[in-house]
């Protein structure tokens, strides 16, 4: 298949080492590589990210977070994030994705700035931990004051097509001092829509389908059990679709 060019970036979340197989056959610019994307994506393990880095040359930013729920951290959660920073970077991954809050809703601006500086050169991106910041307009300027490079973010809503004016206007107010990526909800039949609301040009997807089991055995209490017969997946061809979508 014959690369696609074009002015624009795609990353997608994959789950494991064969949905990153195949979303990196598929076009993908950039992974970023979870565990867990049911509960918003946590860190994966050493196995994965080491096999995922040795195998694709793409960018490769591991999500780094220790569970689910908010993004208001102990010290001890917050140093178990650190030390999967740092051992991604001990990995050679070209970046990590992390996201802190403080309980008032406001940037914990301390917090990611210790990240940055433990993982430099590598790139970090704040993930959707901003779209529940108080004052987001605001909370784009610590961020880039901490050294971040990109934000993930829906505009605070539930989807990017819904938050698109507010990331447009954060767009336009980082003025290419940090990337803007628009992420949540984002598909084949909207991104270029919403490339044109917004003026961004990083996009992020999982584009997650359901892969069937190849079991053939299955005992009689599991037989329709949704993990034992499925999972999680990513169709290469989907990926590709996606990145023609912005040509």
Do not use: W
């Amino acid at each position: 298949m014959s690369p696609i060019y074009n002015e624009f970036t795609i990353e997608i979340a994959t789950t494991d080492f064969e949905s990153t197989k195949n979303a990196v056959a598929g076009g993908a610019d950039r992974i970023e590589l979870c565990a867990n994307l049911g509960e918003g994506g946590t860190t994966q393990s050493y196995g994965v990210i080491k096999t995922c880095r040795d195998r694709f040359d793409v960018p490769i930013y591991p999500i780094i977070r220790v569970r689910g729920g908010d993004f208001l951290y102990t010290e001890e959660e917050f140093a178990c994030m650190l030390a999967d920073a740092v051992n991604c970077k001990d990995l050679d991954c070209d970046g990590v994705v992390v996201g802190f809050l403080k309980a008032n809703g406001e940037i914990d601006v301390e917090r990611t700035a210790r990240i940055v500086e433990a993982v430099y050169p590598m790139g970090v991106t704040f993930h959707r931990a901003f779209d529940r910041c108080r004052d987001p307009l605001e909370a784009l300027e610590q961020i880039i004051g901490a050294g971040c490079e990109r934000i993930l973010t829906s505009g605070q809503e539930l989807t990017a097509i819904q938050g698109a004016p507010l990331i447009r206007r954060l767009n336009e107010q980082a003025a290419g001092r940090i990337i803007i990526m628009p992420g949540s909800g984002v598909r084949t039949d909207n991104v270029k829509a919403l490339a044109a609301d917004t003026g961004c040009t990083q996009f992020h997807s999982s584009l997650r389908e359901m892969i069937p089991s190849k079991m053939k055995f299955s005992t009689p209490a599991f037989v329709n059990d949704a993990e034992s017969i499925r999972h999680s997946g990513i169709d290469p061809a989907k990926v590709t679709a996606f990145k023609k979508a912005l040509v």
